[in-house]
Antibody, heavy 121, light 113 residues
Framework: QVQLVQSGAEVKEPGASVKVSCKAS????????VHWVRQAPGQRLEWMGW????????KYSQKFQGRVTITRDTSASTAYMELSSLRSEDTAVYYC??????????????WGQGTLVTVSS | DIVMTQSPDSLAVSLGERATVNCKSS????????????LAWYQQKPGQPPKLLIY???TRESGVPDRFSGSGSGTDFTLTISTLQAEDVAVYYC?????????FGQGTKLEIK
């Protein structure tokens, strides 16, 4: 069965960076895209960007452009999301989610369990 | 960006009754080349990630009970739960995947009356 397993909770100081991993299993990693979505307390889900599992091409939300980097390691079937210059407003649960195709224009059919990132001094 | 607006923000329905959640997009999510609406519905229970219920506006995801249905086209969409069960208590989100950035509605909290 398809599973996305994310790395554990992080506590970071303002200005630092965080890197969250998302290990996929149960499907061919290179056949699907991986998206990153965050959910701040009491806020709606917010899409950050996605990576093509096959060619590694990425697309980011303008809101996070310059601060977010999404990468993948096909040998480990793992996607990564790194967010830099953290501020308190970045405190949120970060999810990875799969879309079944590699063009990115598909619904998110499987989600990771979420990683809580807390930004605090 | 396409803004997704749901109504109502919260909803209380009696067990066995019908629940209806609406979603309006600020521009059309219907792609004319394939006549598909790039609109999905998700269910999120406390402490869990969202779960895909409906995609292409009206296609039920495998394993989702048939009491869940989606309808609408263009800019106006509806999620209907025909007979509410206790396990349907959750927050429901619509999402467009028509363009970048993908955007979600603010969520509708469904409770039992």
């Amino acid at each position: 069965q398809v599973q996305l397993v994310q790395s554990g909770a992080e506590v970071k100081e303002p200005g630092a960076s965080v890197k969250v991993s998302c290990k996929a299993s149960g499907y061919t990693f290179t056949s699907s895209a991986v998206h990153w979505v965050r959910q701040a307390p009491g806020q709606r889900l917010e899409w950050m960007g996605w990576i093509n599992g096959d060619n590694g091409n990425t697309k980011y939300s303008q809101k996070f452009q310059g601060r977010v980097t999404i990468t993948r390691d096909t040998s480990a079937s793992t996607a990564y999301m790194e967010l830099s210059s953290l501020r308190s407003e970045d405190t949120a649960v970060y999810y990875c989610a799969r879309s079944s195709g590699n063009n990115g224009y598909e619904p998110f059919d499987y989600w990771g369990q979420g990683t809580l990132v807390t930004v605090s001094s | 960006d396409i803004v997704m607006t749901q109504s109502p923000d919260s909803l209380a329905v009696s067990l066995g009754e019908r629940a209806t959640v609406n979603c309006k997009s600020s521009s059309s999510v219907l792609y004319s080349s394939n006549n598909k609406n790039y609109l999905a519905w998700y269910q999120q229970k406390p402490g869990q990630p969202p779960k895909l219920l409906i995609y292409w506006a009206s296609t039920r995801e495998s394993g989702v009970p048939d009491r869940f249905s989606g309808s609408g086209s263009g800019t106006d969409f509806t999620l209907t739960i025909s007979t509410l069960q206790a396990e349907d208590v959750a927050v429901y989100y619509c999402q467009q995947y028509y363009n970048t950035p993908r955007t979600f509605g603010q969520g509708t909290k469904l409770e039992i009356k």
